[in-house]
């Protein structure tokens, strides 16, 4: 059931779907990775799947420290659209796959979650605050990043104007 507050898709093709895992970028791509919206970013170092119910609270905890300060946005930029399933505990094996649980994203290495920018400068003391606040909300360990800081593929971070081919051809 989605309720205006809630993250969930208006409506899907399918009740349910399969566990999935969360992708690991290996084409060389670096979409994602960078601020595309505002002027300082949260971008996580760890693949994980994020809970429509974490990313609200991240947002919440993100709303009130920058409540503040006039014309500040937050820009979300992933959004739970997997149905997660869970069967009960205890329950032997077979008779379907179990009930819906919650809505859920998947989210690799270096996708940037939060943005925060606005019309007027924020600090970037009191960004780094209201991101860190939104970050102890998640699951999985997260970076600061501004607009200087490069995109990121895997584990690796690459010059703010390089690409893939570059990071290969210099190792």
Not at 70 to 89: L, S
Not at 136 to 151: N, S
């Amino acid at each position: 059931v989605r309720f205006k507050g809630n993250l969930a898709p208006r409506r899907t093709k399918y009740r349910k779907s399969h566990k999935g895992r969360v992708p690991l970028p290996s084409g060389g791509s670096t979409k994602g990775t960078t601020l595309a919206h505002g002027s300082y970013g949260l971008r996580l170092l760890a693949p994980a799947r994020l809970s429509a119910k974490q990313l609200e609270s991240a947002e919440v905890a993100l709303k009130r420290h920058l409540k503040v300060l006039k014309g500040a946005q937050v820009f979300m930029r992933v959004f739970p659209d997997v149905p997660v399933c869970v069967k009960g505990n205890e329950t032997r094996m077979g008779k379907g796959k179990g009930s819906f649980e919650f809505w859920a994203c998947r989210a690799g290495v270096g996708k940037v979650v939060f943005e925060i920018g606005g019309p007027l400068e924020i600090r970037e003391e009191v960004a780094k605050a209201a991101l860190r606040l939104a970050s102890a909300k998640l699951p999985v360990p997260t970076e600061f990043i501004t607009q200087a800081t490069g995109p990121r593929l895997g584990n690796v971070v690459l010059p703010t104007h390089g690409t893939a081919a570059d990071v290969v051809a210099s190792a």
